[in-house]
């Protein structure tokens, strides 16, 4: 009898957590939708200390540590909440070594890193996970698409990459790693059709239509950037720079 008891307990236990959680998701999402990124990421954390190994959760907990932590003034804070979303993209992968949007948190928290690390063999480290992480995301998902765009992005700054870094990279490795403009332009035009509303995408294949010398696709990306509604907290200057960028063409 104990034990029944004992095991009737713990699925009402799991019953509540679940309930909770839906709720905190709910919540989370609407905060998200608002523009609160910080609360709905407090949400997330709250999901997480009844389910640790919430996948949805961490992912989510390392996409806003991501943008929130970019907005950080203070570098030693910036850097501390990019390594927070290191460690939730890792938990994710932990938990299940299957899902493309645990490696794909992966790669996006480690592109974070890559802007606060000063040692040059650290930063070749993170610039290698982003490429290595988008890579298991697609092979599990091909159509995963911000794992499309940050693979594209890869391309983009590896082409574009300043001399420091390229130097860095040579040292390090022997040189870098096979890149093109055209690989860069075909993963975010994937993304493009996946995700039609993520602004972020449509100014970085601008921008590589751009130094690609290919004007006629950089001015129709950029006007269609120009139209398209705030999602985001970063999405206003998203617009505003390809509207600049828009304008120099004209």
Not at 9 to 37: G, H, P, T, Y
Not at 50 to 76: D, F, H, M, Q, Y
Not at 82 to 110: C, G, K, P, T, W
Request: aromatic fraction near 8%; proline fraction near 3%; hydrophobic fraction near 45%.
């Amino acid at each position: 009898m104990k034990i029944i008891v004992t095991a009737l307990f713990s699925l009402l236990v799991i019953f509540v957590s679940a309930q909770e959680s839906s709720l905190l998701f709910k919540e989370a999402d609407n905060l998200e939708r608002q523009l609160k990124e910080t609360e709905a990421l407090a949400k997330y954390k709250q999901i997480l200390v009844n389910e640790p190994n919430n996948i949805k959760a961490l992912v989510k907990a390392t996409e806003l540590s991501c943008s929130t932590g970019e907005r950080l003034p203070i570098k030693n804070d910036k850097r501390l909440t990019f390594e927070s979303a290191i460690a939730y993209a890792q938990r994710a992968v932990n938990a299940d070594s299957n899902s493309a949007d645990a490696y794909y948190a992966l790669a996006l928290a480690s592109g974070k890193m890559t802007e606060v690390e000063t040692d040059n063999k650290k930063v070749v480290a993170y610039v290698r996970d982003i490429k290595v992480n988008a890579d298991k995301a697609l092979q599990i998902n091909p159509n995963h698409a911000m794992a499309n765009f940050i693979e594209g992005r890869w391309h983009y700054e590896m082409i574009t990459l300043n001399w420091a870094k390229r130097l860095a990279v040579k040292a390090l490795f022997g040189g870098l790693p096979e890149a093109s403009l055209d690989s860069a332009i075909d993963y975010m035009e994937r993304c493009r059709k996946l995700a039609p509303y993520f602004a972020l995408n449509y100014l970085m294949l601008a921008k590589a239509y751009k130094e690609n010398s290919r004007p006629t696709q950089e001015m129709e990306v950029l006007g269609k950037l120009v139209k398209l509604p705030i999602r985001t907290p970063d999405d206003a200057a998203l617009k505003a720079e390809g509207q600049k960028m828009l304008e120099s063409m004209e």
